[in-house]
């Protein structure tokens, strides 16, 4: 690969440089580079001509006396230019049962590096161990890796933004869209030019715009380590690779790999160019009015266990970076990938903070999604704190304040804290909906009350903490898991081609068949799955809390039963756009609920219900639950047919609006005695997902009246839902 990088001057040479420029920063005379390390007794800047270059075209070694202050060394060197190449090297002491795997042979990548050069095109040989004894990480490499290294790139920040500012708009607006950047157009059946990148992303804008969502949650995009080196597919003998992106390796920096379709000259490209190319990303995405959430991965990075390579913070300074075991030597591992990050220490804290404010300021993100968010409240020897500084930090930081903030409060080390994770506004993945919900329809015995609880905005999670409903990310399926279409087609997971035996990926997943493991020809069963997707989605998107939909499943994307399928990047594993034009009905069911959604604000509301009258000239509560015999539900019995009934006004001089959603999950059809007190209009029946398209989902001004007012027949494992205005 061959770039259009800067050429460096004829003569060079360094200046003392400012320590609170974090990173490399370019001004019109020259770039200022600062990088911290404590424990380091020298740190040398190494300047290259070329991304494969197996040394440096120039190297200087910085002087404590006129380099460093504090724990901060700087140098200032006149005369480069944005896409200058650089790395860095730290002497120091190699002494692993003290913490410390100092190695000069190695170089390192900066960890305020806004853009690599090729991202971990070449990382695979930097993996290979050096050594060859029993006792590898005790071993002292002589091996230098400067050519199987992607370099760091100088970045100039200017972009024309056209008066572009993150939308960041309230969560009880948004409808979340799970997606992953290469996955979502990497096949040749998407409908782009630019496949599997930034680019073909913005392609996608009139299909999100048309599909309705607000919010973009793109799975990792930090540049991260793409190479799997202990597992082939045991079927097919390939190597494996870290599709999903929960490796990372420069926290700043946009993946390179997704600036560039797979066909494209990168000769025609400079360095930063995949910095250009998520803004322009971001841009396009918010003049549609569609806002960027990022996946982050502050938890661990792809440096590994004591056996893993020293990419950066490792051998920039590992006893400050990680949480370390007692003897020191070996890591202490809560995100179930070889180390965790020691978030809580200042250090941490502050880098964290300022990638979080990059992110946002300069690349006009708005919001972020927390991989493991619990390892963020542990201190250094992993216990949890009552109030973690950097989870505080966050929440309170004055250039985050409108920032969404997303926890998944659950980390591999068993911390749960779903319901009650700290740190004030932040929102979490509610996985006890996407259980409830599932297990509800899978028709499990005495879950009706744990769908009703769910569907109200799981009160019983984030009432008695001072958060509100839209706090709760509902979702059915999401990455991790089964996709919709595998829930409804697979009772067990089949993830044998990861390599593991099929241990891996979530045992549990609440899922059915109903009759034939995975596709079938079979017409009953195929009606039947459609009509529990419909109903999963029904149930989403009519539910109190913040939707997030995964990506596909409005049209029966499939990974063909593997519920954890991190390691593929293969065509199984990218969207199918065929599939579109095959499940339009799922397509056109889940744009129509998700514009009903949009119009009708009872379902977005901020508060938790009362059970009683919103207005005091009102004599009917904001909600009411009645079982099929419109009597009060026994909420600890076995039945399955549950009626909820909503009751809005917006104010009191507007007017009123009743719903009215039944549930039947059962495999008998039965009759429904239905409420009709206190209506402002006989209600009409607006979904039953029971009929075929497109009378699944009737347009409300054309919805019919029920023929007989008082009663209905719901059939099994159907959704209906009325509205009276």
Known sequence: MS???STLPRVLYIEPGNPQLPGAVP????VNFSIFSRHATCMILCLYEAPDADRPAASFRLDPRRNKTGDIWHCYVPGLKPNTLYMWRAEGPFAPLEGHRYNPNKVLIDPYAKALTDGSANLCSAFAYDEHSPDRDLSFSEKQNDGCMPKCVVVDDAFDWEGDTPLNYPLKECIIYETHVRGLTRSPSAPVRHHGTY?????????????????LELMPVQEFDSHERFRSNPLTGEPLSNYWGYAPIAFFAPRTAYAFPDEVDHARYEPSHPVKEFKYMVRELHKAGIEVILDVVFNHTAEGNEMGPTLSFRGIDNAIYYMLAPDRRHYLNYSGCGNTLNCNHPVLRTF????????VVTMHVDGFRFDLGSILGRDS????????????????DPLLRNTKIIAEAWDAGGAYQVGSFPGGRWAEWNDRFRDDVRRYWRGDEGFTR????????????????????????NFITSHDGFTLNDLVSYSQKHNEINGEENRDGQQENYSSNYGVEGPTENEFIEQTRNRQIKNFFATLLLSIGTPMLLGGDEFRRTQQGNNNPYCHDKPFNWYDWSLLKRHRDIHRFVTLLIDFRKRHPAFRREDFFRGEPEHHDWSIADILWYDEHGRPPDWMGSGKVLQARLNYRESEAAHSISYLLIFNAGTEACT??????????????????????????????????????????????TLIFLIAT
């Open 3 to 5: 770039y259009r990088w």
């Open 27 to 30: 001004d019109p005379r020259g």
């Open 199 to 215: 680019r073909g992303v913005t392609e996608m804008i009139e299909y999100f715009s048309k599909l309705g969502i607000t919010s």
């Open 352 to 359: 964290i903070r300022e990638c979080l404010r990059y992110w």
């Open 381 to 396: 020897q992993g216990r949890l704190l009552e109030n973690p500084p950097v989870i505080e930090s966050i929440a309170e």
């Open 450 to 473: 744990h769908l009703a609880t769910r569907l109200s905005g799981s009160s019983d999670l984030y009432s008695g903490n001072g958060k509100k409903p839209f706090h709760s990310i």
């Open 672 to 717: 429904v005695s239905v409420p009709v007190d206190h209506l402002p209009s006989p209600w009409r029946k607006v979904i039953d997902t029971s009929l075929p398209s497109p009378h699944d989902f009737e347009r409300e001004d054309e919805a019919p009246s029920l023929p007989d007012p008082q009663s209905l027949i719901i059939l099994p494992r």
